[in-house]
């Protein structure tokens, strides 16, 4: 079906160190969409991904659409202690409707 | 950017209450709306699509009584929580995305549901 996979599910790292994860699905998806949400808010658009191989910044931020377009990833490089929080990616649906599937999000805590 | 407002950011009251939340697109139109549903830790569970000038298409098991939708405008969506209960209490999201093609989705800040 249309899931998707995110690893890993929490992270625990130093100020500083340089974040990497992952989205993955068994299904094609023709946009990635990368969200960040802090505790008590709505998810915010970090990286919107259109095109197979695309490669985005968004300032310490980068995003990628894997060439086989089942798998994206997010790295923020120099983390600081304002990156904590839950790292959503998102696809369209396969029901079309502008409807989007979600990973299970990416839970980042980072010790001073 | 597009920005999505949410009202209110949190509501408590009294079990048997409805509770109605808006949504509004403050700079774009959004023919479609989306209300989420989250519990704590857990990844966001969508609950219905809203339509503009049309009845909301509700997922499986949401109940469309309980949780009635609006989408009276081009730039407003109301979800209103009808005889709340305990088990009602969650983290409730809307989202909306412009009308264009290859828009994204663009998230309100949520509002905290407690039914006492």
């Known amino acids: 079906g249309q899931q998707l996979n995110q690893s890993p599910q929490s992270m625990f790292i130093q100020e500083g160190e340089d974040v990497s994860m992952n989205c993955t699905s068994s299904?094609?998806?023709?946009?990635w969409l990368w969200y960040k949400q802090d505790p008590g808010e709505g998810p915010v658009l970090l990286i919107a991904l259109y095109k197979a191989g695309e490669l985005t910044s968004n300032g310490r931020l980068t995003a990628q659409f894997g060439i086989t377009r089942k798998d994206s990833f997010l790295n923020i490089s120099a983390s600081i202690p304002s990156d904590v929080g839950i790292y959503f990616c998102a696809g369209p649906h396969i029901q079309g409707a502008q409807k989007l599937v979600f990973g299970q999000g990416t839970r980042l805590t980072i010790n001073p | 950017g597009a920005v999505v407002s949410q009202h209110p950011s949190r509501v408590i009251c009294k079990s048997g209450t409805s509770v109605k939340i808006e949504c509004r697109s403050l700079d774009f139109q959004a023919t479609t709306m989306f209300w989420y549903r989250q519990f704590p830790k857990k990844s966001l569970m969508l609950m219905a699509t809203?339509?503009?000038?049309?009845?909301?298409?509700?997922e499986q098991g949401v109940e469309k009584d309980k949780f009635l939708i609006n989408h009276a405008s081009l730039t407003l969506s109301t979800l209103t929580v009808t005889s709340a209960h305990p088990e009602d209490s969650s983290f409730y999201i809307c989202s909306a995305s412009a009308v264009s093609v290859n828009q994204p989705q663009h998230f309100g800040d949520g509002t905290r549901l407690s039914i006492l």
């Open positions: 809203s339509n503009e000038g049309s009845k909301a298409t509700y």
């Open positions: 299904s094609i998806f023709n946009t």
